[in-house]
């Protein structure tokens, strides 16, 4: 079984900084993707940013520039670096990972955890 388990959320002034964590433990045969999607009250939820196991990354345009997605492969942990960070990114923010069980590809979902931005 993977389970996911998000840390890092908060409250934070506009101008601030946050990092979320989202460390994956199971029994897996690899990580395709890694990737942050955040869902704000009445909203649908969005992808902010992704990571695949060849190192491509991808963002929001709203999050670009002040979002950074990374990951250790040692610790199977994907981190959101985030600056500068606005109202409107308060969010709930979920981790996402695709990963290979056996001969299966699987979408697995982290607990949430919140970001709000207010002063």
């Known amino acids: 079984q993977v389970q996911l388990v998000e840390s890092g959320g908060g409250l934070v002034q506009p101008g601030g900084s946050l990092r979320l964590s989202c460390a994956v433990s199971g029994t897996f045969v690899s990580i395709l993707r890694m990737a942050w999607y955040r869902q704000a009250p009445g909203k649908q939820r969005e992808l902010v940013a992704s990571l695949t196991s060849g190192g491509s990354t991808s963002y929001l345009d709203s999050v670009k520039g002040r979002f950074t997605i990374s990951r250790d492969n040692a610790k199977n942990t994907v981190y959101l670096e985030m600056k500068s960070l606005k109202p409107e990114d308060t969010a709930v923010y979920y981790c996402?990972?695709?990963?290979?069980?056996?001969?299966?590809?699987?979408?697995?979902w982290g607990q949430g955890t919140q970001v709000s931005v207010s002063s």
């Open positions: 996402n990972v695709l990963i290979v069980v056996g001969w299966d590809r699987v979408d697995y």
